[in-house]
């Protein structure tokens, strides 16, 4: 793994800490404006604030579009409504989104804006920089919530797999159906 730069120093305690994983819009079968949608980030928020009642204090997005951004925001807003947590951005290069424009850029922007801390784990973008952001997130959580479409390969998949692999506590949102992790 790349040298890890974090941007302010907080310290991350795995016993009071959980990261998201899941599917990026395309992967997911449905818009943001559906049914579906609206049913995932309820039972987000469900599970945020479970956790929280578990003890933990800090929540990792991997600032992905889908399911990262949308997990990333609902903690922003508890937060604002007074639910006691950290937000930690974990990007896998700084240029992330640097393709992204308008809308999705905007969102990115705003939801950085709204870290208490920012991980960037490669100086720059590398084939396997997301999968080390990844194994960054669950090697400092001891909780994982993960949304999940059945695939059997992908960022998610592997993430979970790698989850499991450590024994961290997962909780599955799923889109479909569920392979033997």
């Not at 995932?40 to 579009?65: P, S, W």
């Amino acid at each position: 793994m790349n040298d890890i730069h974090i941007s302010t120093g907080i310290t991350l305690v795995p016993e009071r800490t959980c990261c998201f994983t899941g599917h990026r819009p395309a992967a997911l079968g449905f818009g943001e404006e559906s049914a579906e949608c609206a049913r995932i980030k309820a039972r987000l928020r469900e599970e945020i604030l479970r956790h929280v009642g578990l003890g933990v204090d800090t929540f990792i997005t991997g600032m992905a579009q889908g399911v990262d951004t949308w997990a990333g925001e609902i903690c922003a807003r508890l937060r604002g409504e007074g639910t006691p947590l950290r937000l930690v951005a974990a990007r896998p290069c700084p240029s992330q989104m640097s393709r992204a424009t308008g809308e999705a850029k905007q969102r990115y922007d705003a939801l950085l804006a709204q870290c208490d801390s920012v991980v960037t784990v490669s100086e720059k973008y590398t084939p396997w920089c997301n999968h080390d952001r990844d194994r960054f997130m669950v090697d400092n959580s001891a909780f994982v919530i993960g949304v999940y479409n059945g695939s059997d390969s992908g960022g998610t998949y592997y993430t979970l797999r790698y989850a499991r692999k450590l024994d961290r506590a997962v909780t599955l949102l799923t889109t479909g159906t569920i392979l033997d992790l």
